[in-house]
């Protein structure tokens, strides 16, 4: 009997295959998951759980979320979109969101990483300030 | 008005600062005063965690996917899926000498509603313990007040001695008279002027202790005016057990605030054992693997790194001392236990009281034969040693023929005096509660022992014989009490006078 802690070895194994150049390889990974579930082994769905999870911290660390309080026009856009990669490196794709709630300014997620640039968030320190 | 503009101002400015990174993450569990926490990639051990709504978390375990974060607080307003982000600082507490006379919980916030506290500064609550060449030799005394104390097992400023016991056998006692003795120290000194005498301030950290025992002490401290000289950090236990887990190394820092400014404090762990349980508890809810008796695998390292803080310091470094008492509660006396021998081979020696002898009326319940202190008379008063030294061997030895007593045969006089001996020392070193004794008191009681005085006074009134004898001393030998307490040692002069004030005074005793 496999425990929780040889299946999540075994995650990291088969999530390290499909990755190519250091980047998650789209193909290679989808024949992962039918292998395994052609596999029929006990504790397979565990192993797909925690594959999964290690597929999504993985496109969130490669995904940037743009927020702004107003839409972005193309030029400024592709600004952004440079700046990441050259901090992120090329595997980055950003997505941009429309959300007047932030007042003004800008709030970029990518992964853990929060650069909040938004009046929201600077009249929230403001107020924690005090 | 104005102050009012130019705070504001001055927030604004602060607000304009460049947009910082910041690191998130989400919480995926929450339970048993721990949360489980997605993202936050680049958050360090032991940082701090603003989890929303004032409350705070410390980062505890660093798993490949999630963060494992014990939480200081109210855990019943947080959710799943609430944001949270990692604040980049380790955790602080104020420490300084506005803390004096105050009740204050783990983090340091005031619980005796007596306003907030002054302080500026703030120390981390772990940090590494001052290094070989910072330390210097434990020589000051701690006056603990209790004569058997001070006679047989003498605490060093710098120390760390261990008072180690079953429940109910008073080892709370002997720390709260310590600090009883050491308030009333601090103030004759500072009535007196004196400029040489250096205070001792106390720390009293109580881990999982019930509240009602916790507010006695505070009663028992105020009425003896110690409480100016006094901390007291309260974990009670009603408190989470991250917080019982962080209060002994929130105490040390206070403490290491007056080590490091060249001033004596006192520390008191109450006690360590409840402080393992809590770790214990959030040790297994952080699902880290257990060892013997289901404690972490660092239970050692837990007590070693936090007694490690309490040191003297050399000349160059300030000369301060952090002395540290932790307390052990044992289970039948067992001290051959996990948690007791892990304590007993990390302190610089033991006070063993023993529940028999508590039954038997000895009080304070010490067991001459186990307590010992790796320091000893290397921390004592040049007259104590000089009329204590023998009395160690003394009781060792009326242990030994207190057997053959028992037989009732007829004893040689040689051994019939030691017994006789033995006996009127174990009565004269019972003390009753919150009465510590002064050192020159002391010396002198016990000089007058060791000369033979009472060795015709029949055991059931040798404790009556000490009172009178001490209050004759404190009224009609001022003076040479005086004298004793300012020279430290016994010359020929003052051991004749010791001997000239015994002899008065047996004449007037019937």
């Known amino acids: 009997m496999k425990t929780s802690r040889q299946i999540k070895r075994e995650a990291k194994r088969l999530f390290r295959s499909c990755l190519v150049n250091g980047m998650l390889d789209e193909g290679r990974t989808r024949q992962v998951v039918q292998r395994v579930i052609d596999g029929k082994r006990r504790g397979g769905v565990a192993l797909l759980s925690h594959i999964q999870r290690l597929v999504k911290l993985d496109c969130a660390r490669h995904s940037a979320e743009v927020e702004s309080a107003m839409p972005l026009p193309a030029d400024l856009r592709e600004r952004i979109q440079a700046g990441l990669t050259r901090i992120y490196g090329p595997g980055i794709s950003a997505s941009f969101a429309h959300n007047p709630e932030l007042i003004g300014g800008m709030r970029i997620k990518v992964g853990s990483d929060v650069y909040d640039g938004s009046v929201r968030a600077r009249l929230a320190a403001l107020q924690k300030g005090f | ?510």
């Open chain 2, 1 to 510: 008005m104005a102050d009012l503009l130019q705070e504001i101002e001055a927030q604004i400015a602060g607000a304009k600062a460049t947009t910082a990174k910041q690191n998130v993450g989400i919480i995926r569990e929450i339970g048993d005063g721990v949360a489980r926490i997605e993202g936050l990639d680049d958050v360090m051990l032991n940082e701090m965690i603003d989890l929303g709504h004032g409350i705070t978390g410390l980062a505890l375990n660093l798993d490949e996917t999630e963060v494992g974060v014990i939480i200081l607080g109210d855990y019943t307003q947080l959710h799943e899926e609430d944001e949270v982000r990692a604040t980049g600082k380790l955790l602080q507490v104020p420490v300084g000498k506005g803390l004096l006379g105050r009740v204050v919980n783990t983090l340091g916030e005031p619980v005796d509603g007596k306003g907030p506290i002054k302080s500026e500064v703030a120390y981390p609550v772990e940090k590494v313990a001052p290094g070989i060449i910072r330390r210097s030799p434990v020589r000051q005394p701690v006056q603990t007040g209790i004569m058997a104390i001070d006679a047989m097992i003498p605490i060093g400023r710098g120390q760390r001695e261990l008072i180690i016991g079953d429940r109910s056998t008073g080892k709370t006692t002997i720390c709260i008279d310590t600090i009883i003795s050491q308030a009333r120290l601090n103030k004759e000194a500072e009535a007196a002027g004196d400029k040489d005498y250096r205070p001792l301030y106390c720390i009293y950290v109580s881990i999982g202790q019930k509240q009602s025992n916790i507010a006695q002490i505070i009663t028992v401290l105020e009425k003896a005016d110690a409480m100016r000289y006094t901390i007291v950090l309260a974990s009670p236990a009603s408190d989470s057990a991250a917080n019982q887990y962080l209060a002994p190394f929130a105490g040390a820092a206070m403490g290491e605030w007056f080590m490091d400014h060249g001033m004596d404090a006192l520390i008191i762990y109450d006690d360590l054992s409840k402080h393992a349980v809590a770790y214990r508890q959030i040790s297994l809810v952080l699902k880290r693997p257990s060892g013997r008796e289901a404690y972490p695998g660092d239970v050692f390292y837990l007590h070693s790194r936090l007694l490690e803080r309490a040191a003297r310091v050399g000349e160059k470094y300030g000369n301060g001392s952090l002395t540290a008492l932790p307390i052990i509660e044992t289970k039948a006396g067992d001290v051959s236990a996990y948690i007791p021998t892990n304590v007993i081979s990390i302190t610089d020696g033991q006070i063993y009281l023993e529940t028999d002898l508590f039954y038997q009326g000895v009080r304070p319940a010490i067991s001459v034969g186990l307590s010992v202190s790796r320091v000893g008379s290397a921390a004592q008063l040049k007259a104590m040693k000089q009329v204590a030294g023998q009395l160690k061997g003394d009781l060792a030895q009326f242990r030994e023929m207190a057997a053959f007593a028992q037989f009732g045969s007829e004893l040689d006089p040689k051994t019939q005096a030691q017994i006789d001996r033995g006996k009127r020392i174990i009565e004269l070193f019972k003390q009753p509660q919150y009465s510590p004794i002064p050192a020159e008191v002391q010396i002198a009681v016990i000089g007058v022992v060791q000369q033979g005085y009472v060795d015709d006074v029949p055991v059931d009134r040798v404790k009556d014989f000490q009172a009178r004898l001490t209050e004759f001393l404190t009224t009609r030998k001022t003076e040479l009490l005086r004298k004793i307490a300012q020279e430290k040692a016994l010359s020929e002069a003052l051991t004749a006078e010791l001997k000239a004030a015994a002899d008065q005074f047996k004449q007037t005793w019937k």
